[in-house]
């Protein structure tokens, strides 16, 4: 698979590399990362990558302004991304030939090359294996600067080296990518450090979250998130705080914001995708969000929720 690809991007004078929508830090290293690889190895061929740019990972790079005629006869590498709804750039389908690479289910096998392994911790560390084989086979070298983004790619889908998808290979990479000249601790100040409105809000939720049989809740009114002077968005990233509280089997946060109730599910071990779904959502059978219109439904999601 490895050669399979290689000999592609060799054969091809233009490239442009894709991730999915509503990037994360592996979003931006696999693409950005291989974007620097691979220009550092060919600096004649013509290679690219776009996505549209998230300002909350400003720190680690920023993809390119990508004209249309970039896409015409040439190589498409989208990296990071499950399904061709996902894509961010509609314009992969004008390119000549398509190769996907990812670590998520491959539920949808796009493209005229699938590259999955779903043993890999994240994108990124798939194309640090990819690297290898191309410093053996093509003597490639790796920028200092790549390295950086493979790390951080690989510490976001890790939760720095946290979740059970971190294997024996993830550390020996990571381990190599230590190897490289940028500043580690500068990185993950960057990845890690939070506003002072957000985590005032986080000892808030704390403080006021309510728990019974297991399953936990709290209530984030649009009044309070404006007297914390934080946004609705933010303050969804708070939802997995109550997941290291002893016993809390299944939670969910509600936050308000202009026209309706965000209702965010999360579970250790019951299926909540039901729930979200009978109540004008969907997703992830412990991980799923849904949308209530009035404070007094609060109690039929919770009456839902207390029967798992
Ligand atoms: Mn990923």
Same mark, same amino acid.
């Given at each position: 698979?490895?050669r399979?690809?290689? /000999?592609?991007?060799?054969h091809?004078?233009?490239?442009?590399?894709?991730?999915?929508?509503?990037?994360?830090?592996?979003?931006?290293?696999?693409?950005?990362?291989?974007?620097?690889?691979? !220009?550092?190895?060919?600096? $004649?061929?013509?290679? #690219?990558?776009?996505? !549209?740019?998230d300002?909350?990972?400003?720190?680690?790079? !920023?993809?390119?302004?990508?004209?249309?005629?970039a896409? $015409?006869?040439?190589?498409?590498?989208?990296?990071?991304?499950?399904?061709?709804?996902?894509?961010?750039? *509609?314009?992969?389908?004008?390119?000549?030939?398509?190769?996907?690479i990812?670590?998520?289910?491959?539920?949808? @096998?796009?493209?005229d090359?699938?590259?999955?392994?779903?043993?890999?911790?994240?994108?990124? *560390?798939?194309? #640090?294996?990819?690297f290898k084989?191309?410093?053996?086979?093509?003597?490639?070298?790796?920028p200092?600067?790549?390295?950086?983004?493979l &790390?951080?790619?690989?510490?976001?889908?890790t939760?720095?080296?946290? %979740?059970?998808?971190?294997?024996l290979?993830?550390?020996s &990479?990571?381990? $190599?990518?230590?190897?490289?000249? %940028?500043?580690?601790t500068?990185?993950?100040n960057?990845?890690?450090?939070v506003?002072?409105?957000?985590?005032?809000?986080?000892?808030?939720? #704390?403080?006021?979250?309510?728990m019974?049989?297991?399953?936990?809740?709290?209530?984030?009114?649009?009044?309070?998130l404006?007297?914390y002077?934080?946004?609705?968005? *933010?303050?969804?990233?708070?939802?997995?705080?109550?997941? /290291?509280v002893?016993?809390?089997?299944?939670?969910?946060? %509600?936050?308000?914001?202009?026209?309706?109730?965000?209702?965010?599910?999360?579970?250790?071990? @019951?299926?909540?995708?039901?729930?979200?779904? !009978? %109540?004008?959502?969907?997703?992830?059978?412990?991980?799923?969000?849904?949308?209530? &219109?009035?404070?007094?439904?609060? *109690?039929?999601?919770?009456?839902?929720? #207390?029967?798992?």
């Open positions: 698979m490895h399979q690809i290689l /000999d592609k991007i060799k091809y004078s233009k490239i442009v590399i894709h991730r999915h929508v509503r990037p994360d830090p592996d979003a931006y290293g696999s693409s950005i990362g291989l974007h620097m690889l691979l !220009k550092h190895n060919y600096p $004649e061929k013509e290679i #690219y990558v776009t996505g !549209k740019h300002l909350t990972l400003d720190y680690l790079a !920023k993809p390119m302004v990508v004209p249309d005629s896409f $015409e006869n040439a190589l498409i590498i989208v990296t990071d991304t499950a399904n061709t709804e996902r894509i961010d750039d *509609e314009r992969y389908k004008k390119g000549e030939f398509l190769i996907k990812d670590h998520h289910p491959n539920e949808d @096998p796009y493209g090359i699938v590259y999955v392994d779903t043993q890999a911790s994240s994108a990124s *560390e798939i194309i #640090y294996s990819l084989t191309g410093e053996q086979q093509e003597d490639w070298t790796l200092d600067q790549a390295a950086r983004l &790390y951080a790619g690989i510490v976001g889908d939760g720095r080296f946290m %979740f059970t998808s971190t294997s290979k993830t550390m &990479y990571a381990g $190599e990518l230590m190897g490289y000249d %940028f500043d580690r500068k990185l993950f960057e990845m890690y450090e506003s002072p409105n957000v985590l005032k809000l986080k000892g808030y939720v #704390y403080e006021n979250f309510e019974k049989n297991g399953i936990g809740h709290v209530k984030l009114s649009k009044r309070l404006e007297e002077g934080v946004s609705q968005s *933010e303050a969804s990233l708070l939802v997995s705080a109550l997941a /290291d002893q016993g809390m089997r299944a939670w969910v946060f %509600f936050i308000e914001d202009s026209e309706s109730i965000r209702v965010r599910l999360r579970s250790k071990g @019951p299926v909540i995708n039901g729930i979200a779904k !009978k %109540f004008n959502g969907g997703g992830h059978p412990l991980a799923s969000g849904a949308t209530i &219109y009035e404070w007094n439904e609060v *109690e039929d999601v919770l009456n839902e929720m #207390y029967h798992l």
